[in-house]
């Protein structure tokens, strides 16, 4: 169930299974995820246009994506924090629709399997 | 001393901590913060219950920099070993990081295996580190204590023996004190006048308590000549000069080994009654031949009879005593005694005056 999870949302369970060791602890991570607010972070600075608050959202984002294995959310995550880092907030926001796309997909999932 | 057996974890994302602590459960015991001051405090309260720091470099209040920071000011980074928490490999905040005394550096994510022997390592490696430095201490500690117990104890026996001398001698008290700091003036000046090289420290000092025994040999100097008021005989001349091998062998009697000291003491019994042109005793060394420090004792303790009160003579002035030293009248010194001699005029009047006060 949470392999398929990895699979709808494209993530990488082998290496999700070998840090977090079986599906139960996965799964009580994907409940942690659920709670992290970095996104809700960068999704208000974006809306605000504040730039340096929407960089430490996505960097922190980009960290627990990354942590997760959910490895397309964290492709596109790690673009948008690229972008706000160099201050091309033009870019960011268009990049954004996309992470918004992802992280749903994601959170949807995890609300599916929990 | 307490055993390190507590992970301090401060990152403020949650996940990242969780990560951490299901890593290390069941190893260590884990404190978490969520922040940089929660991290501060927390070292604070456990500076010595802490084995491994690991620390994300941007938190709110306080960043991992900032924590580096304080742990630098507070002499905790190099007990408590901090490994960087960081997503992304940038340069500037690599080398900043080990520049602020991160033990290591690890990326996200998070590979367990990774974590967990960086971990161990770097706490084997702190912990190897102090538990030497500890050591090292305590031993520096010891011998510093047995040299200075050393030290004092070879003062005691300088100053006893020398004490012997001046009992038996009804020489002034003082005379012996005096020698020994008119020595000392003379070795400093001969090092500034002569280059740093000439004589260290240690070596000074080790001269100084040496030329306290330049007259160990009256000792066996019978009571009729060492006592007589009169003027000697040849005859008791001739066995007054004894006094310099005399005192050579009760030095050779009790010496352990040929080191520096005995070295000096040595010479100084033996040669502060030669002269400069060959026509001193007892073995009528000439020149350069007489060591610089029994020139040194030589030129002093004539200075020095110069300037006091004896039983056949009165005291001249430091002046008087100036003149007569240079033109001869009380022995034979080298030229570059004499500048020397010269040099130290003024240290050597200041240091007479202050003695005399004391006396």
């Known amino acids: ?114 | 001393m307490e055993e390190r057996d507590t992970l301090l974890i401060a990152d403020d994302v949650m996940i990242n901590r969780e990560m951490l602590k299901d890593i290390f459960e069941g190893k260590y015991k884990i404190l978490e913060a969520a922040n940089g001051e929660e991290a501060i405090e927390l070292l604070e309260n456990n500076k010595d219950k802490i084995a491994l720091l690991f620390l994300d470099l941007v938190m709110p209040k306080k960043t991992g920099l900032d924590v580096m920071h304080y742990m630098s000011l507070n002499d905790m980074i190099n007990i408590i070993p901090v490994i960087m928490i960081t997503g992304e490999a940038t340069v500037e905040s690599d080398v900043r990081a080990y520049e602020l005394g991160a033990a290591d550096i690890i990326y996200k994510p998070f590979e367990p295996e990774v974590v967990i022997r960086r971990a161990k390592n770097i706490i084997e490696l702190y912990q190897h580190r102090i538990s030497i430095e500890n050591e090292l201490e305590l031993r520096t500690k010891e011998l510093y204590e047995s040299k200075k117990k050393l030290e004092e104890n070879n003062n005691f026996l300088v100053n006893a023996l020398s004490s012997v001398v001046e009992f038996r001698s009804l020489e002034s008290g003082e005379h012996i004190q005096r020698v020994k700091s008119f020595t000392r003036i003379m070795l400093k000046h001969w090092r500034a006048l002569y280059g740093q090289r000439q004589f260290k420290d240690e070596q000074i000092e080790l001269i100084v308590d040496a030329s306290a025994l330049h007259d160990i040999g009256k000792i066996a100097i019978p009571d009729v000549i060492l006592l007589k008021p009169g003027r000697l005989t040849d005859e008791e001349y001739a066995e007054m000069k004894k006094h310099t091998i005399y005192g050579c062998l009760m030095l050779e009697k009790f010496k352990q080994d040929e080191n520096e000291f005995y070295r000096y003491c040595y010479d100084i019994c033996r040669y502060h009654h030669e002269r400069y042109d060959g026509r001193g005793y007892p073995d009528g060394l000439k020149g350069e031949k007489i060591p610089v420090w029994a020139q040194i004792v030589s030129i002093v303790d004539v200075f020095d009879a110069l300037i006091n009160k004896r039983v056949y003579k009165d005291s001249f002035s430091i002046d008087e005593a100036f003149a007569m030293i240079h033109n001869g009248e009380c022995g034979c010194f080298s030229p570059k005694l004499l500048d020397c001699f010269d040099d130290a005029k003024e240290d050597l009047t200041i240091e007479s005056k202050k003695l005399a006060q004391k006396e």
Not at chain 1, 3 to 24: F, H, P, T, V
């Open chain 1, 1 to 114: 169930m949470v392999e398929e999870l990895y699979q709808n949302i494209g993530g990488d369970y082998q290496k999700a299974i070998s840090r977090m060791q079986d599906d139960e602890r996965i799964k009580k991570y994907l409940r942690f995820f659920l709670a992290d607010e970095s996104y809700k972070q960068l999704e208000d600075a974006i809306e605000a246009g504040d730039c340096d608050s929407a960089f430490r959202g996505a960097h922190t984002l980009k960290g627990v994506s990354q942590n997760m294995a959910f490895a397309s959310l964290s492709k596109i995550v790690e673009q948008i924090t690229e972008e706000l880092r160099a201050k091309d907030f033009e870019t960011a926001k268009e990049t954004f629709k996309t992470v918004a796309e992802e992280y749903k997909k994601v959170i949807d999932e995890i609300n599916r399997v929990i």
